[in-house]
T-cell receptor, first 114, second 111 residues
Framework: DSGVTQTPKHLITATGQRVTLRCSPR?????VYWYQQSLDQGLQFLIQ???????AKGNILERFSAQQFPDLHSELNLSSLELGDSALYFC?????????????FGPGTRLTVL | GEDVEQSLFLSVREGDSSVINCTYT??????LYWYKQEPGAGLQLLTYIFSNMDMKQDQRLTVLLNKKDKHLSLRIADTQTGDSAIYFC???????????FGRGTSLIVHP
């Protein structure tokens, strides 16, 4: 158990819908990272937040957005869902965000878009 | 941009050694990592190596780094069925602290 929790574990929805994925980092970790894992793209970095502020952006679509709240939990919002958005979404956390610290991964949320 | 390549599958017999290979393109890589992903779980950091090192050993794991060829390998000695998982190679380069991951190598261990 990494100490990072993600909810829900599974999510099935239809095209065009909007969903919210939630992540609680390990106690004491200030930085949260979101990744998308799919068969064709592998593991892709989406976005990072550090202590409530966006720190780095990767291959995140405009239809996707995220935020980190004062209690440090984070939410990833996916809207206007397409079939190709079906994937495993991982959240990871680390103590800091300005230099490399080990990232601890949550168990992921499996999103299926029908 | 940076690219990290791995073979997709490796099958070994229990008790044998496994060697998982990875190549990367960014010559300014500073840290290189091996992560393990078990079924239904997130990635777990196994080990890492700084770019100024050639080798790192940690119990059954040996990491070899050839900077000239931009080649990283992970050797697992006395492979067990519990080692069956997907192994990801990742690197960090330059001023970035976001790792670039390979697609992962599925290690299948036969009894």
């Amino acid at each position: 158990d990494s100490g990072v929790t993600q909810t829900p574990k599974h999510l099935i929805t239809a095209t065009g819908q909007r969903v919210t994925l939630r992540c609680s980092p390990r106690s004491g970790d200030l930085s949260v990272y979101w990744y998308q894992q799919s068969l064709d793209q592998g593991l892709q970095f989406l976005i990072q937040y550090y202590n409530g502020e966006e720190r780095a952006k990767g291959n995140i679509l405009e239809r996707f957005s995220a935020q980190q709240f004062p209690d440090l939990h984070s939410e990833l919002n996916l809207s206007s869902l397409e079939l190709g958005d079906s994937a495993l979404y991982f959240c990871a956390s680390s103590v800091k965000g300005s230099s490399y610290n080990e990232q601890f991964f949550g168990p992921g949320t499996r999103l299926t878009v029908l | 941009g940076e690219d990290v390549e791995q073979s997709l599958f490796l099958s070994v017999r229990e008790g044998d050694s496994s060697v998982i290979n990875c190549t990367y393109t960014d010559s300014s890589s500073t840290y290189l990592y091996w992560y393990k992903q078990e079924p239904g779980a997130g990635l777990q950091l196994l080990t890492y190596i700084f770019s100024n090192m050639d080798m790192k050993q940690d119990q059954r794991l040996t990491v070899l780094l050839n900077k000239k060829d931009k080649h990283l390998s992970l050797r697992i000695a006395d492979t067990q069925t519990g080692d069956s998982a997907i192994y990801f190679c990742a690197e960090i380069s330059g001023g970035s602290y976001i790792p670039t991951f390979g697609r992962g190598t599925s290690l299948i261990v036969h009894p």
